[in-house]
Nanobody, 122 residues
Framework: QVQLVESGGGSVQAGGSLRLSCTASELTFSMGWFRQAPGKEREGVAVIVSDGRTSYADSVKGRFTVSKDNAKNTLYLQMNTLKPDDTAMYYC???????????????????WGQGTQVTVSS
């Protein structure tokens, strides 16, 4: 059982920055950030696999950066140039085993944190 705890969410104006953190009991093969806005499906934002390769949703490329600190068992999401459309609950997720083609799909992840709210105002 992998335990995940997110932190770092908050309210910010458009154009601002936030850094999310996810402290894990262990880092698995794939660690990802997902988000869910009210009335919308949960979607993949950014993932990082054990060798450091990353994948991003098109909507956040060039603005968000996913990283991890193996020594601290911590996953990060640096979010810059935030937009109102980025407003959502952000979740950290872990997948011990997942195919590369499924990396950005929520149903490929076995373990989830409780989420942290990000609100971007215009």
């Amino acid at each position: 059982q992998v335990q995940l705890v997110e932190s770092g969410g908050g309210s910010v104006q458009a154009g601002g920055s936030l850094r999310l953190s996810c402290t894990a009991s262990e880092l698995t093969f794939s660690m990802g950030w997902f988000r869910q806005a009210p009335g919308k499906e949960r979607e993949g934002v950014a993932v990082i696999v054990s060798d450091g390769r990353t994948s991003y949703a098109d909507s956040v490329k060039g603005r968000f950066t996913v990283s991890k600190d193996n020594a601290k068992n911590t996953l990060y999401l640096q979010m810059n140039t935030l937009k109102p459309d980025d407003t959502a609950m952000y979740y950290c997720a872990a997948a011990p085993y997942i195919s590369w083609w499924a990396l950005m799909r929520p149903n490929g992840y076995n373990y989830w944190g409780q989420g942290t709210q990000v609100t971007v105002s215009s």
